[in-house]
């Protein structure tokens, strides 16, 4: 196990800056997520702690040594990819063994862990059959046993569930997340699935443009989105962001008006969870309009309703039913959440 730590990292490609002065600590044991959408710079930082991608400026310190210029067998590192990388000529058994074989480890040793890794990862009845015989879960779990078989000290994991199916997904997810509770090995897990950042993550680190914009506890960056980027991204559906103006105690918009604890200000976005929000035949609520769609979920039905200029989603009962284009009423709940951001700056307000 290992604390890994980017110091005033820099990365550039050319004169574009893909990395502007990053600094994180990665702790001991601990599961962190890099979240984002595709080009903000989480894949090229974990490159860079692999030793795959040099660094413009700055040091990177694995367990307090710095090791910009050691290559990638010598960090101590296992990484799996999205794409499986699995050898097809050789059987389970042999791909997991291969990095031991490479690294000199008695053939009774190896036979050993390769036996004890099958088994942690549910293996060992396939360990005799060739990639091309398996499913794309089973794959998956062949590229996590060969990576835990050499137990080092960092686990990089480079969306790793992204050619999975759904179900599988959610499957891999529990056996990523038992595995780090059993092995403890400090882990580094890149995605744009923010389902994954909140499931499996000790921490997460949101990115955009190469700047981690919040770096906290999934439950802390749901409840409290550091800005306008954080609220909007974290969460499934979305939170609701309306723009508007407060006066009087007031956060007004087009058929919305709640009351909010902040000063008069012009140029305000207010942020509500839609499950924070419930559908209610009072026409004086804090949200009117006309109901725009209706989606069951199964647990539950995503109401969205439009008027105008703003529009606003809650989750209701999952036998709720009315008439498209109807009027629709929405309200915060008791002691419903409610998030203030600034227009212009996208910063936190309240």
């Known amino acids: 196990m290992a604390e890994v730590r980017l110091v005033d990292i820099v990365k550039k490609y050319g004169a574009f800056l893909a990395v502007p002065e990053l600094n994180l600590t990665i702790h001991d044991g601990e599961f962190l997520v890099l979240l984002g959408p595709s080009g903000c710079g989480k894949t090229t930082t974990m490159r860079m702690i692999a030793g795959l991608e040099d660094i413009t400026s700055g040091d990177i310190l694995i367990k307090d040594e ?15 990819f999205q794409n499986y990388g699995l050898y097809p000529h050789m059987t389970v058994r042999q ?143 979305s939170m609701n962001l309306i723009d508007g103006a407060v006066k009087d105690g007031l956060f007004r918009a087009e058929g919305v008006e709640i009351p909010v604890d902040l000063g008069d200000r012009d140029g305000v976005v207010l942020g509500i969870r839609p499950e924070e929000l419930e559908i209610t035949a009072d026409t004086s609520a804090a949200i009117g309009g006309k109901l725009y769609a209706l989606e069951l979920t199964g647990e539950s039905t995503l109401v969205t309703l439009r008027n105008g200029l703003s529009s606003a989603c809650a989750r ?21 959440r409610i998030h203030l951001f600034d227009r212009s700056s996208g910063e936190r307000l309240g």
Do not use: W
């Open 66 to 80: 710095r090791v910009n210029n050691k290559p990638p067998k010598d960090r101590d590192i296992a990484m799996v």
């Open 95 to 237: 791909n997991i063994e291969y990095p031991l074989k490479l690294r000199g480890v008695a053939k009774a040793d190896r036979k050993a862990r390769v036996q004890q890794t099958a088994e942690k990862v549910e293996l060992d009845a396939l360990l005799d059959r060739r990639p091309s015989e398996l499913s794309g879960g089973q794959r998956q779990r062949v590229a996590l046993a060969r990576s835990i078989v050499r137990t080092p000290s960092i686990f990089l994991m480079d969306e790793p569930l992204s050619n999975l199916d759904a179900k599988l997904r959610v499957t891999m997810r529990a056996e990523l997340k038992h595995l780090h509770h059993e092995l403890g090995v400090t882990t580094v897990y890149v995605t744009h699935d923010q389902m994954e950042a909140m499931t499996l993550a000790t921490r997460v680190a949101v990115m955009r443009k190469g700047r981690i914009v919040q770096l906290d506890t999934p439950k802390k960056i749901y409840a409290e989105p550091a800005d306008l980027f954080v609220a909007g991204f974290i969460g499934s559906p």
């Open 316 to 336: 209701g009962h999952a036998d709720f039913d009315a008439e498209i284009n109807s009027p629709c009423f929405l309200a915060p709940k008791q002691g419903a």
